[in-house]
């Protein structure tokens, strides 16, 4: 949000009465969080409502008192939307909607806060902000996947191969749709266990009071409904500073800007001139204010780089809990601080990695020119294991030529026929064809592997895996 308005109205404090004297306001500055709770509200309105109601049904306020309350909150959240902003004696999001209630409804405001405390309504209102976030981040992440399915798709049609790597060194050759895919899984991954933080965090708080539970007969099934919560938390001591969800959450958008971080990576890798595999669009790259020739793929660097200030609010959280007494502390306000930055920046991250690899185009001649001979070692020496040598003494003698083609500074392929036979005698003229690219990748169909008939089975798994 933006910043604070510094006029000054009445203070609208939700405590105070033991107190003779102000509070300092250098305690008032390090203890406001209005300015980061403040995107709470349309939560904090919510289950306000549904407590109106839960009080109703506990017999604690009138029909008309609760049909009040419940109308109030809606006039309330309608001068929210319509950008009503806090004042600077707004203490935090919960303070703020009850200064707002007072303001339409009167007294009968002051009935709402019956049996309940901030401390279990700011980690219902977290929690509902959390499940509904990771609603969205299942869509952005999706949405990222089907950039990569398209990509697979058409790499696929096409039979491009390109050099996979392990040590950043070329290995073996692979389907060029093969490797995308092999940053869709870990997406796919990243969403189950987006899932799981979704479902940590549906279990409901409200109803625990400041620590002890409530004292007025409310439902808390009627509430976990209406609220679309899936379970009630079994221990109001736990309940009101239980802040794993956060945690699971911060570890899954960590996890996922890891895997952004690597497919990044290898597109800044593959976008290099000496590569060249990858061109890099207009709309998600940047100029050089001095070099004119430049195309630079910020959106990708930026990934890369959010991967260390997500690792960063992950790690600022569990620092903040552990060590914790048990029930509320006031250090657990910050765990909205961690949980928004890393939520924000990824639903800024994710979409521009999926627009940069949207415009990528991939160089089918320069993945193919980079597919040295030498790396289909390994195939010929799976051919002497066909005309019956063992692995190992075939990796000896393929090693061997290996060393001979390097130091005659040709490809493995240009070597002759005489120095096959000589390396091992089951060398036939049916060698060259182990040489070969398109054979390497045909040959490897078992189910995950690069083959043509592996990687269309992947393709068939990926599109079940987004819908
Ligand atoms: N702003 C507080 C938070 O985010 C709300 C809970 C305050 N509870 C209290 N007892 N002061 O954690």
Redesign the pocket.
Known sequence: MTALKLVDAPSHKLWGGRFAGDTAPALDAVNR?IGV?FRLWPFDVRLSKAWAIALWSAGVVSVEESLALEHGLDAVANRLRAGEQPVASDE?V?TLIDRLLHDEVGDVASKLHTGR???DQ?ATATRLWSMDACATLDTAVRDLQRVMLAHAESLAAANVLMPAYTHMQRAQPVSAAHWMLSHFWPLDRDRARLGAAGRAAAVLPLGSGAVAGCAFPISRVLLQGSLGFAQLSPNSIDAVSDRDFVAELLFTLSMLAIHLSRLAEDLIIYGTSEFGFVQFGDSFTTGSSMMPQKRNPDALELARGSGGRLLGDLTSLLATLKGLPSG?N?D??DD?RALFDAVDTMLLVLPGVAGALAECTFRADRMKSALASSMMATDLADYLVGKGATFREAHGAVGALVRQSEEAGVELHALPLKAFKAAHARFGADVFDALSAVASVERRETEGGTGTAAVRAQIAAAKVALS
């Open positions: 969080s709770d935090d919960h405390s901030r401390n700011v509320y006031k657990l306000q909205k």
